[in-house]
């Protein structure tokens, strides 16, 4: 390729490949090609938490260039011990591994794609690293080597495929080792002396290695890019403000993207009813969903010091959810959580994941309790979140399949407030979609219901707020305005409630 008029640049090159992957496509081709797409998805995730691009991802291979070799070799890091624990939780036969090289080179730059030997110089590394593990340049060590708290073992100069010369090249351990080197063998009394100090420092630093790995070694959550007030589109309130970004869905399946917008939701939900903070609504947040926007574009557009970021996975009964609180305007995360429960335990988890933003955010709860009267029927739970999930497609067909949700979860709940609210909501859609065939006798099916959720749960805004819209159907400006105003007061945060009031 001629290479006269093409942009280079110098950057971190990060290739990954999967090992036996034609054997584990002969073995089960579905299965492979599941897992495979569940485990680039969390790829891709950790590669753009480290400030990386993914420029490719053909069949089992990966491709990402970092601004930074310190962050291309965290993320491989990260990825690899988050690959090991996903495998544990599968068969022995299906479980995948990749093999990951890192490279700080000269690449060619052409639109999106980068080419040279920068790149190949990675893929050649990556063939030597161990399964599971990293392999970077001696280039690429040289900018490491002080900077993290890894150990390394050199594994001399190495002649790769299509490159003129050898390639110095390290095997990253991912714990904390001294760096080995390939050194001229020493003489056996000098080797002799040298083991023997070498088991006198073992025995000095054995009893302090552990507490030393908990607090020197452990991962550091990458910085941020810091917001600026100056930029902010609004200025920022005179208490916590948050935004709650749509949780991503690691699952590999698109319809369960319900639940993971779900969780979210209810997130929001439950922080917007604390008086002390101010939470961004929904609808501003799920603007972003998908389109992979930086910390710093949605506080400075959305007028937030922090934000709150996360994914989700589910393995049967399990789930498993990542989740950071960043503060925008420092550029650094406030707290980072794994958590990995059953099923049964998701209201807990929410809970446990909300007590602990208040406490970063030193809010305490003065004001009336912060949870309505929920479910402890699991199933209810997930119809329901399915139904808004449906609702939210905003069609004649999707309100249809929300409205036979909804009844299914008061079926399985009939004293759970919510699915009534829910119902009552989707039924006054039907108005707008022509689904209905009497307006006065979809009015009052929904009033019914939206009543029967205040009944069951006076503190729930979102009842209040549809039994406004209800009577604002009717005409009855005055009651509309009351209802509006409660559900206001109980959700001081609710967009829904405000656009009410202000019709």
């Not at 022995?92 to 980068?114: H, T, W």
């Not at 399964?131 to 190495?158: M, R, W």
């Not at 989700?312 to 429960?341: C, F, P």
């Amino acid at each position: 390729m001629a290479t006269e008029g093409f942009k280079r640049k110098l950057t971190a090159v990060f290739s990954a490949d999967v090992v036996g992957y034609s054997r584990l496509m002969g073995e089960d081709e579905t299965a492979t090609v599941k897992t495979l797409e569940a485990y680039k998805q969390v790829m891709f995730v950790l590669i753009k938490q480290h400030r990386g691009r993914v420029v490719d991802s053909p069949g089992d291979n990966v491709l990402a260039e970092f601004a930074s070799v310190v962050d291309a070799v965290q993320c491989g890091v990260a990825v690899q011990k988050e690959i090991q624990a996903r495998n544990r939780e599968l068969p022995e036969i299906r479980r995948m591994q990749f093999r990951i090289g890192i490279n700080l080179g000269d690449v060619i730059e052409e639109e999106a794609r980068i080419y040279g030997d920068g790149v190949n110089i990675a893929a050649r590394l990556e063939s030597l690293a161990d399964p599971g593990g990293i392999c970077v340049s001696k280039t690429a060590f040289d900018h490491i080597e002080a900077k993290l708290p890894l150990g390394y073992e050199y594994l001399g100069e190495q002649t790769v495929k299509n490159i003129a010369k050898p390639v110095g090249a390290y095997k990253v351990l991912m714990e904390p080792r001294v760096t080995v080197r390939a050194e001229a063998k020493p003489k056996e009394g000098a080797k002799r002396r040298l083991m023997l100090i070498a088991l006198a420092g073992v025995l000095v630093v054995a009893a302090g290695a552990a507490a030393f790995w908990q607090f020197a070694f452990r991962p550091t959550p990458p910085m941020v890019e810091k917001a600026s007030r100056e930029r902010m589109a609004f200025p920022l309130p005179d208490k916590p403000s948050i935004a709650v970004m749509p949780f991503l869905n690691m699952t590999g399946e698109q319809k369960q993207d319900f639940f993971c917008d779900g969780l979210s939701e209810n997130l929001i939900t439950t922080l917007s009813k604390v008086p002390e903070l101010f939470v961004i609504a929904r609808e501003s947040t799920f603007s972003y969903k998908g389109k992979g926007a930086k910390v710093r574009q949605v506080s400075e557009e959305l007028g937030v010091q922090y934000v709150l970021e996360g994914s989700v996975q589910m393995a049967g009964d399990r789930v498993r959810v990542t989740a950071q609180l960043i503060d925008a305007l420092k550029g650094h995360h406030l707290w980072s959580e794994r958590y990995d429960r059953s099923m049964k335990d998701l209201f807990e988890l929410q809970d446990e994941i909300t007590m602990k933003i208040l406490t970063e955010l030193r809010v305490t709860i003065t004001g009336e309790r912060t949870r309505s009267k929920g479910t402890d029927n699991l199933q209810a739970y997930l119809k329901n979140l399915e139904g808004e999930g449906y609702y939210g497609q905003s069609t004649k067909e999707a309100n249809a399949e929300a409205k036979r949700l909804f009844q299914e979860a008061i079926a399985l709940d009939p004293n759970w407030a919510s699915p009534y609210a829910n119902l009552a909501r989707a039924l006054y859609m039907d108005l707008f979609y022509g689904a209905g065939e009497s307006p006065k006798e979809t009015l009052s099916n929904a009033m019914n219901l939206a009543q029967k959720a205040v009944e069951l749960d006076n503190s729930s805004a979102d009842a209040y707020a549809i039994v406004s819209g209800i009577l604002l159907g009717m005409r009855q400006h005055d009651k509309a305005i009351e209802a509006g105003e409660r559900a206001v007061t109980l959700d001081p945060n609710s967009s829904w409630a405000h656009t009410n009031n202000g019709d």
